[in-house]
């Protein structure tokens, strides 16, 4: 049987009569408190030699006379975060009335029922006398001499310089925090060794869970690639397969583009047309060192010569005649070639606004002399680009 079951049994006949109310007030309040506050005074023997109650403001330390109204039938103490039964009117603090409703639905003083949608909050003239209610800070006797209204208790008594279980900052020189009470046995040298060895644990763990990821991240690198070959090969014999990649194609090369910064090209008249056979090789390094699709570095790093490029780029004359078209658009920085030349990526994705003589298919690379630097604007929202 639960000590709560206990006191609702005890207390029933007791309670019988409201004339026997007063008397027995501080015997039930007793017997409640012991029940409900038992965990906070095994907290309070252990956390601090003040007491400081976990509900309810505790009696003892309130200055001048108190109305009994304002005191709490579970806890016995000031009410805290009052709520009243809106039936029987009797008030409780919060916490007290929802622990013990967690074992019974009646009120603990008359027994009559009580429901957590009896709840409401307490009168103003209640609020208003709790307000004018001052309390001695817990830790009086340590030497704090305030005087406090209830509302400023709790945030005090965790900060008051005279807790002892406020945390200081050492002042030999370690800088760690540590509570008042362990400062005079707080050996600088010694926490701080403790304190590396810690974090050099962590450290250590951390790297084996790096170690273990990245093998995981090779394992996963793998299986699409050989997921990717496969859908390659379905896709050369079969029209479907054939449609459904190039839309996974697509989404793979914007996925890798959205991470690219947006590039904003001065001077189109210095793309290079016609790229030799070592700056297709840088090329493809640049790719696969920003993370491109693997499968796709082919497709990327072919359309780096304008025989492959959409129609209306093809030769230098089509490039003049669409000149006024080229700004339009949207290209993302790659990091520069060895040599040093800018490039740029044009996806299909970014470009569906172009006319289709000038959008590229999936995408392509363009290697420039000069005159290429990063936008400095926010990115552009993502597109459909399946
Ligand atoms: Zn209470
Ligand atoms: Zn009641
Ligand atoms: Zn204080
Ligand atoms: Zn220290």
């Known amino acids: 049987?639960?000590?709560?079951?206990?006191?609702?049994?005890?207390?029933?006949?007791t309670f019988r009569s409201e004339?026997?109310?007063?008397?027995?007030?501080?015997?039930?309040?007793?017997?409640?408190?012991?029940?409900?506050?038992?965990?906070?005074?095994?907290?309070?023997?252990?956390?601090?030699?003040?007491?400081?109650?976990?509900?309810?403001?505790?009696?003892?330390?309130?200055?001048?006379?108190?109305?009994?109204?304002?005191?709490?039938?579970i806890c016995a103490d000031i009410l805290e975060d009052p709520v009243q039964s809106c039936g029987?009117?009797?008030?409780?603090?919060?916490?007290?009335?929802?622990?013990?409703?967690?074992?019974?639905?009646?009120?603990?003083?008359?027994?009559?029922?009580?429901?957590?949608?009896?709840?409401?909050?307490?009168?103003?003239?209640m609020r208003n006398m709790l307000s004018r209610l001052k309390i001695k800070c817990s830790f009086?006797?340590?030497?704090?001499?305030?005087?406090?209204?209830?509302?400023?208790?709790?945030?005090?008594?965790?900060?008051?310089?005279?807790?002892?279980?406020?945390?200081?900052?050492?002042?030999?020189?370690?800088?760690?925090?540590?509570?008042?009470?362990?400062?005079?046995?707080?050996?600088c040298v010694f926490e701080?060794?403790?304190?590396?060895?810690?974090?050099?644990?962590?450290?250590?763990?951390?790297?084996?869970t790096q170690a273990t990821q990245e093998l995981r991240i090779v394992i996963q690198r793998r299986e699409l690639e050989l997921l990717q070959y496969y859908i390659a090969a379905l896709r050369s014999t079969n029209p479907v397969m054939r449609n459904i990649g190039e839309q996974l194609d697509r989404y793979?090369?914007?996925?890798?583009?959205?991470?690219?910064p947006l590039a904003n090209v001065r001077t189109w008249g210095s793309l290079i047309s016609t790229p030799d056979t070592p700056m297709h090789v840088m090329v493809r390094d640049v790719l696969r060192t920003c993370g491109c699709p693997m499968?796709?570095?082919?497709?990327?790093?072919?359309?780096?010569?304008?025989?492959?490029?959409?129609?209306?780029?093809?030769?230098?004359?089509?490039?003049?005649?669409?000149?006024?078209?080229?700004?339009?658009?949207?290209?993302?920085?790659?990091?520069?070639?060895v040599s040093g030349k800018p490039c740029v990526v044009v996806l299909g994705g970014d470009n569906t606004h172009m006319p289709e003589n000038l959008r590229p298919t999936l995408g392509l690379v363009m290697i420039f002399v000069d005159g290429v630097e990063e936008m400095l604007q926010e990115p552009l929202p993502d597109g459909e680009y399946i």
Not at 30 to 39: K, M, N, Q
């Open 252 to 260: 793979s090369l914007m996925q890798w583009g959205n991470g690219l």
């Open 140 to 187: 009086a006797e340590n030497g704090c001499s305030q005087l406090l209204a209830l509302e400023e208790y709790r945030s005090h008594v965790a900060g008051c310089e005279h807790n002892p279980k406020v945390v200081v900052e050492c002042n030999k020189g370690c800088g760690m925090k540590v509570p008042k009470d362990e400062l005079a046995r707080h050996n």
């Open 88 to 125: 029987c009117e009797h008030a409780y603090c919060r916490a007290c009335i929802d622990k013990w409703m967690q074992q019974k639905q009646i009120c603990p003083v008359d027994r009559s029922d009580l429901l957590p949608g009896h709840l409401v909050p307490v009168s103003r003239l």
């Open 1 to 13: 049987m639960s000590p709560l079951t206990l006191f609702a049994r005890s207390d029933a006949s």
């Open 295 to 337: 499968h796709l570095l082919n497709l990327m790093v072919d359309p780096c010569h304008e025989t492959r490029w959409p129609d209306a780029l093809i030769t230098l004359d089509a490039r003049r005649e669409n000149h006024h078209r080229l700004n339009q658009y949207v290209t993302r920085i790659l990091p520069p070639l």
């Open 19 to 73: 004339n026997y109310k007063n008397r027995v007030f501080r015997k039930v309040s007793l017997e409640a408190s012991s029940v409900l506050s038992s965990t906070k005074e095994s907290r309070n023997r252990i956390g601090n030699r003040n007491h400081i109650s976990s509900m309810g403001f505790d009696l003892p330390y309130i200055v001048g006379h108190v109305d009994e109204e304002l005191i709490c039938p």
């Open 192 to 208: 701080l060794r403790e304190l590396v060895q810690n974090q050099m644990a962590e450290i250590a763990e951390l790297k084996e």
